[in-house]
């Protein structure tokens, strides 16, 4: 393990359904991350924490809505998603300095298939 | 866009040979880095290489970072099995940015 944990590791939800994915790092880190993977696109950066604040929020449509409620956890409340929000959702913590300059520590994932 | 972009996008090899992938930029970064991810898992972090450095080695990895060409190498020798995973460039730049490629799969067929 990474030290980042993420639950669920698969979801199936329908397109009425409300679920939530979380997150969790005992890293010590400050800053925390939500990324979309889907295939053969470019991981893409959604939302950003840092000393739990969002500081970054990269056009996410607002069925996505993310908590961050301390600095070692971190949710995505999801409603109302399309199957076209089916995807792979990695959270990511990052230490002081950033990811730029030490790189992230990923969870697993969460593999959700939207019906 | 700044992302980096690797190349083979696939490569297939036996196990022992060595793996070579590419990955080219487009703008000025201060480091670049290179990830792993096992199918289905997240991405594990490998390598950073700043952009006043040539060269990096950690275990059987080896990184070449050449800015005048806007390109960097990531060099796996004696592969095995388990190295069976898609990697990942990602260049920092800018103000605490880092911008994913879409990846490249690597097979080591026993």
């Known amino acids: 393990e990474t030290g980042v944990t993420q639950t669920p590791r698969h979801l199936v939800m329908g397109m009425t359904n409300k679920k939530s994915l979380k997150c969790e790092q005992h890293l010590g880190h400050n800053a925390m991350y939500w990324y979309k993977q889907s295939a053969k696109k470019p991981l893409e950066l959604m939302f950003v924490?840092?000393?739990?604040?969002?500081?970054e929020n990269n056009s996410v449509p607002s069925r996505f809505s993310p908590e961050c409620p301390n600095s070692s956890h971190l949710f995505l409340h999801l409603h109302t998603l399309q199957p076209e929000d089916s995807a792979l959702y990695l959270c990511?913590?990052?230490?002081?300095?950033?990811?730029?300059?030490?790189?992230?520590?990923f969870g697993s994932g969460t593999r959700l298939t939207v019906v | 866009s700044q992302q980096g972009e690797e190349d083979p996008q696939a490569l297939s090899i036996q196990e022992g040979e060595n793996a070579t992938m590419n990955c080219s930029y487009k703008?000025?970064?201060?480091?670049l880095q290179w990830y792993r991810q096992n199918s289905g898992r997240g991405l594990v972090h490998l390598i950073l290489i700043r952009s006043n450095e040539r060269e990096k080695h950690s275990g059987r990895l080896r990184v070449t970072l050449d800015t005048s060409k806007k390109s960097s190498s990531l060099l796996i020798t004696a592969s095995r099995a388990a190295d069976t995973a898609s990697y990942f460039c990602?260049?920092?730049?800018?103000?605490?940015?880092?911008?994913f490629g879409k990846g490249n799969q690597v097979v080591v067929i026993p």
């Open positions: 990511a913590s990052s230490q002081d300095g950033g990811p730029a300059n030490y790189g992230y520590t």
């Open positions: 924490y840092s000393l739990e604040e969002r500081v």
């Open positions: 703008t000025s970064i201060n480091n």
């Open positions: 990602a260049v920092g730049y800018g103000n605490n940015r880092l911008a």
